[in-house]
Nanobody, 132 residues
Framework: HVQLVESGGGSVQTGGSLTLSCVAS??????????MAWFRQVEGKEREGVAG????????YVADSVEGRFTISLNNAKNTLYLQMNSLEPEDSAMYYC????????????????????????WGQGTQATVS
């Protein structure tokens, strides 16, 4: 059973930065096929894929809306997923969710460890980021 706990959300001004963290408890999921990703959701709108990364370190997806501003990374020794968010804009305000599942990917592919939430079975509770 996989458990995910996010932290690091908060309120910042436009142009500021936040670093989100997600600690994963995933006994048995040690291979490179273990995918972790960030999604975000504004109330009343659909959940949006932000970025995904495989346990081996390969980034599999980054949304166009955050390309060049957000960086996803994984510290396997700490079982922790990060999302470094720079140059934040009010449009980035959302609840950010950590998610995970097994994925067999061949390189960068939005369909694999990517932006489709139905491909993930494990979700955290979310952490709110507000930019004003």
């Amino acid at each position: 059973h996989v458990q995910l706990v996010e932290s690091g959300g908060g309120s910042v001004q436009t142009g500021g930065s936040l670093t989100l963290s997600c600690v994963a408890s995933a006994p048995g999921y040690t291979g490179d096929t273990f995918c972790m990703a960030w999604f975000r959701q504004v109330e009343g709108k659909e959940r949006e894929g932000v970025a995904g990364v495989l346990r081996g370190g390969s980034v599999t997806y980054v949304a166009d809306s955050v390309e060049g501003r957000f960086t996803i990374s994984l510290n396997n020794a700490k079982n922790t997923l990060y999302l470094q968010m720079n140059s934040l804009e009010p449009e980035d305000s959302a609840m950010y969710y950590c998610t995970a599942d097994v994925a067999y990917c061949s390189g960068y592919d939005e369909r694999c460890c990517g932006k489709y939430e139905e491909t993930y079975n494990y979700w955290g509770q979310g952490t709110q980021a507000t930019v004003s």
